[in-house]
């Protein structure tokens, strides 16, 4: 599988960065906890917006192949 080049990148979560489990599980959270902010404070459209936000990170974070990524990163550090 060939890692994606360009502005697909800009979106592509699957890396080494976000392998501890919790960086993952904080960057769904946050976005989910700020559109129940946003709802609380009557602004539905932002609130949708961030839960969006956060149920793509959590699609991407659960078909990410994570060790995939962290192969990649070893042979990466290795390489250096």
Do not use: C, H, Y
Request: proline share 6%.
């Amino acid at each position: 599988m060939s890692s994606p080049s360009g502005f697909a990148r800009f979106f592509d979560l699957a890396v080494p960065f976000f392998l501890p489990v919790w960086r993952r599980v904080a960057t769904v959270i946050v976005p989910v906890l700020w559109a129940l902010f946003e709802f609380a404070n009557g602004a539905p459209f932002w609130a949708l917006v961030f839960l969006a936000l956060g149920g793509i990170a959590a699609f991407k974070f659960a078909t990410a192949d994570w060790n995939a990524v962290a192969a990649r990163a070893r042979a990466d550090q290795e390489g250096r």
